[in-house]
């Protein structure tokens, strides 16, 4: 059974070590995001670069208050 607790507490100790290496990732790659608005780089190629969905992006642009891009040209029908 000291077997079954031994990996128990190694797992758990791994689980919270990954956790916070992921929250700082994430992080970064929130500011990552932000800073690629800021110098003019469209959503629609941040998300696609970056992790995060598109509406995802739009509420961090907002909460940052970092203006909405200009609509795109309206296409044509073929």
Known sequence: M???RDALTAAT????????????ARQQAIQAV??????GIGP?????LSP??????RKLARENGIPAAPPGPKRTSA
């Open 2 to 4: 000291a077997d079954e």
């Open 13 to 24: 100790r791994q689980y919270e070590q990954t956790e916070v290496a992921h929250e700082s």
């Open 34 to 39: 932000l800073d690629a608005l800021r110098v």
């Open 44 to 48: 629609a190629e941040v998300e696609r």
């Open 52 to 57: 995060f969905s598109g509406a995802y992006i």
